[in-house]
């Protein structure tokens, strides 16, 4: 079964810092890009940051300067490591992935999501 699974979510003063990780894993002949989107509650899912397989990074304004992804594409995984974190930072951290697969010999390409970990930055 080919899923994308997450950890490093909890809870953090504000300041402090946390790192996700996300490793696909299953059935899979590539992937492509790789992305953390996060969800606050009444609010829509937003980008935070995305990386292409050849390293290629973009941020979301508000996380520009204090966040870094980044990927290890031995492993299949995607990191995020938050910095300076704040309040507003808190959401449910989703891991995406455009992951290559095969069906009866046709090779294509579907985006997978992780399940989710939350990140609680309070005092």
């Known amino acids: 079964q080919v899923q994308l699974v997450e950890s490093g979510g909890g809870l953090v003063q504000p300041g402090g810092s946390l790192r996700l990780s996300c490793a696909a894993s299953?059935?899979?002949?590539?992937?492509?890009?790789m992305g953390w989107y996060r969800q606050a509650p009444g609010k829509q899912r937003e980008l935070v940051a995305t990386?292409?397989?050849?390293?290629?990074?973009n941020y979301a304004d508000s996380v520009k300067g204090r966040f870094t992804i980044s990927r290890d594409n031995a492993k299949g995984t995607v990191y995020l490591q938050m910095n300076s974190l704040a309040p507003e930072d808190t959401a449910v951290y989703y891991c995406?992935?455009?992951?290559?697969?095969?069906?009866?010999?046709?090779?294509?390409?579907?985006?997978?999501w992780g399940q989710g970990t939350q990140v609680t930055v309070s005092s």
């Open positions: 995406n992935a455009d992951l290559k697969r095969s069906q009866t010999g046709t090779f294509y390409v579907s985006p997978y």
């Open positions: 299953g059935s899979i002949f590539g992937i492509g890009n």
């Open positions: 990386i292409t397989n050849g390293g290629v990074t």
